[in-house]
């Protein structure tokens, strides 16, 4: 089969897909910026720090990661977090409307609780951005010291009904 071409010399089907990504790129450009003047605009309280939350993780990756306080091995997960954040090659892509950065965000959280559990409480807070009750709830209530002696583990009893 025989291409089809154009009178300016052009293969038809070839300027099909550029239009198609330049749309692409259009829609998704549009819809970034969309979202970044809503977040702005919000008043104070949940749905900012909610809207807050990825720029907050990242820019507490990069500080962490500067941190001598932090283990090596922290400091290679939160590498990994902040460059899968921060590349275009994810699971499920970031033109996804909803679900989009639905991946990176649970990348971001994972990183944050495992340094949660090998870093003090107050070196992540100085390296938090956002709200302080938003990365209490994300890493948890302070850890309590177990008893070295006492079981490492407890049988939950099934309650008859």
Known sequence: MDPVYSEFGVVVAMVGWLLGIVVTVVVLGASW?????VARFLPPGLAKEIA??????VLAALRLRRDPRVPRRAKYVLTFAGLY????????????PVIGLLDNV???VVALRYVSRRVAR???FAAWSGH???LSRLIGGPRVQRDP???RWRRRRIRDR
């Open 33 to 37: 910026l969309a979202l970044a003047l």
């Open 106 to 108: 649970i990348v971001l």
């Open 52 to 57: 807050r939350f990825v720029p907050c993780c």
């Open 85 to 96: 954040t921060l590349s275009g090659i994810n699971v499920i892509p970031d033109f996804v």
């Open 122 to 124: 107050d070196v992540l």
């Open 149 to 151: 002696s006492g079981p």
């Open 132 to 134: 302080p009750a938003v």
